[in-house]
């Protein structure tokens, strides 16, 4: 029998499984994390008195982009009286909140917490809906810091440049200080997360881990880092443009080169040979 936490069963997903798996989970995670994200900016206007109903969000018309990747959905506050009525420092604290709080303290934290859970029970798909929780909750950060970060400055709704309004920072101050948490969390998200999640997922499945990793890369970099293409100015559309044509390759790259190497299960059956 095996026990609590042991590594699972050696046993692969077929490709269909893992394909339709993996397609309904990058779907829903990002799902959760957006909504987490917008109710965050939400609710803390309505705890700020800013908002009569916290749930009121713009859900936008009904289409194929707003269904598949929630775009034009957004937090439904008008931050524009915030600043005029002298409290920008609150309108700063509503725009910071969708990523500090909706997605570096609630959707990361429940993920990791997750992850442990589904390891402790020994469930492979449950694992890999956590990690992609995760992924996506790091990702949110990306698309903020940097990419968004040197914004043209015309719109509050690039929540970087009314957290800028507001505290009266630099976009460098906001950089430093925002920037390098983000620095450490995707460091340590590559460096530890990603490779004891995928080996413990896939022990002997190298061609699926290998795509895991290269897609995570992609996810990170050429979707999240996609954000400041068309919105935020020029400094943000040259980020963007880096990190999608530059930074995206070249980590699924590296990524996938990493997670091919054999797992102590690839390399057992030789080993008794």
């Known amino acids: 029998m095996q026990r609590t936490g042991q590594a699972p069963p050696t046993a692969e997903w077929t490709w269909v499984t ?8 990058l779907w829903t995670a990002h ?16 705890a700020l008195g800013w908002k009569a109903n916290p749930l009121a969000l713009n859900y936008a018309h009904a289409s194929l982009k707003v269904l ?19 409290h920008g420092f609150q309108a700063a604290l509503i725009s910071g909140a969708g990523a500090i709080l909706g997605n570096a303290i609630l959707t990361f934290s429940l993920s990791r917490w997750g992850w442990r859970v589904a390891r402790q029970q020994a469930s492979r798909g449950w694992a890999m809906f956590w990690y992609w929780i995760c992924v996506a909750s790091v990702g ?3 698309d903020y810091v940097p990419i968004r970060t040197f914004t043209d400055g015309t719109d509050l709704y690039q929540d970087m440049f009314a957290v800028e309004k507001g ?12 920037g390098i948490p983000t620095v450490c969390m995707v460091a340590y998200f590559f460096a530890c997360i990603e490779p004891r999640t995928l080996r413990w997922v896939f022990p ?8 895991i990793a290269a897609l995570t890369a992609f996810v990170f970099f050429a979707f999240y880092g996609a ?28 990524s996938g080169l990493l997670l091919a190497r054999p797992t102590a299960d690839e390399a057992e059956p030789f080993a008794r040979r």
């Open 31 to 46: 799902a959760v994390v957006f909504f987490a994200h917008e109710y965050a900016h939400s609710f803390l206007a309505w």
């Open 204 to 211: 002997v499945a190298r061609g699926q881990r290998v795509v």
């Open 140 to 142: 949110n950060l990306i």
């Open 227 to 254: 954000a400041g293409w068309s919105d935020g100015g020029p400094v943000s559309h040259t980020m963007s443009v880096i990190s999608v044509l530059v930074v995206a390759p070249l980590a699924m790259t590296v």
């Open 167 to 178: 505290f009266g920072w630099s976009p460098w101050t906001l950089l430093v200080l925002f």
């Open 18 to 25: 893992f394909t339709s798996l993996l397609i309904f989970q």
């Open 68 to 86: 598949l990747i929630q775009k034009g959905i957004d937090q439904n506050v008008n931050e524009v009286p915030i600043f005029a009525s002298g």
